[in-house]
């Protein structure tokens, strides 16, 4: 079963994040927002700890929450270079979530197979991930910051590339932050045979499932007094259902908008992001009764109404 | 069994972060930069015509119009100026020659996380001898450290804009 051996997967987990934290260094970094990246980062030698909350919450019917952790250490390499490692975890409670009334897992579970009216709870393990940001160029001595991004993660059953651009412009002697960032993540889950499924059809054995998320983010936000910003992140996300970018494998489109604000302090910062979905939902894959969009907004398994996130680090 | 205890994963350390500090006061620095030496308090307000200008040579922001400046007895002037760092606000004093040259900066005030190498003796150097007539550019005249690349530019910037507002308020 997917759960066994969870406990020891906790301990490892809890044990390098408590070890790394005793770590010490002079040097920190900060993520100014939540969602999307800015080319900022840590000085050569430099370390960081940094621990990621997403609360996923409500469809269009049922309930829907999926809360998502990730406890990641930060490496300067050199002064243009900088890595991370990563653990993935995640917790779901979801019942009559579906658009036809019945219960299904968000992605991060959908291996599994909950019956109609199941209340479906679950935790796991999700992955590993590594992370590695390149700037090209700085934003304070460039007219444009820019910079590179590549996380791949891998888990039971779970292979994903995530590559991003990153560009950041500030502007007002740099209290004010903008940064645009493209991302395709590229993702391949074995998923078991689905009990449900008309026979001859792929999903009726166990395979292998590809996706690709085609993602555009827009953050801005204002240091309006010391350590203090305030701001938004704005993002649209679009799925395929194949490696290939094309036309015809394109399954959901969705929107995201919501306030963002920061504390950057000398010992720690916090950021929060509200992002609420926007009307303008696609779902390219089904239609009628069948699409996953309802009054204007997605339900499809990677969506929900309203997300949270927050991430703090600490220096130390 | 359910597994929630996952999302208690918590990062549970208290910081022991210090660095943020005082370095000079303002009487300090006065006798650092010009040791032994009698000053008068002389600060300046800026007409918005001379805001203007300042900020057409410079290409910097002027966000105070009042100058913080002493005469120095003998010759020269002690400024106290503060630039924007990466949370708060940095404040570092020049001191002018009677010529209106840089003799010497120091960091007065520093309470960022990082970026504390814009303290080094031979980076501030840099600044010694410049005059509102030169570059004073970061990664030009001016050598950029690596890791404090924003408290550098902000230096430089603050530099450039307080020998503009000699030349055209003060001498």
Known sequence: MQRKGMASWRGVVAT????LIGASTAYAEESQFAYVYTTDLLPKGAKEVEQWATWRHGRSQGDFDVLEGRTEVEYGVTDKFQAALYANY?????YHNNVDGTTAPPESFAEAFPGADD?????????????????VLSPYTDPVGLAIYLEPTVGKDLWEMETRLILQKNFLDDRLITSFNVTVGQ???RLPADPSAAPGDVEAAEHWDHETDVN??????YRFVSNWSVGAEFLNEREFSSFAIKSDTRTNVAWYFGPTVH???????????????????????NSGPDSFVVNGISNADDFEKYRLRIKAGIYF | MRNEAWIWLPVAAVSTSVYAKTYFTVEQAQQAIFPGAKMTQAFVKLTDAQVKEIERRTGVNVRFDEIRLWKVADGGYFVVDEVVGKHEFITYALGLNADGSVKQIEIMDYRESYGYQVRNADWRAQFTGKTAASTLKLEGDIRNISGATLSCRHIVDGVKRVLATYDIAVK
């Open chain 1, 90 to 94: 995640a917790w779901a409670r979801t």
């Open chain 1, 263 to 285: 504390y950057g302090g000398k010992d720690f910062f916090v950021t929060a992001t509200f992002l609420a979905q926007l009307k303008g939902a696609k779902d390219y894959a």
């Open chain 1, 187 to 189: 993702e391949a889950r």
């Open chain 1, 216 to 221: 555009f983010g827009f953050a801005a936000s």
């Open chain 1, 119 to 135: 209340k479906f709870v679950d935790s796991k393990f999700v992955g590993v991930s590594l992370e590695g940001i390149y700037r």
């Open chain 1, 16 to 19: 390098v994040g408590f070890a």
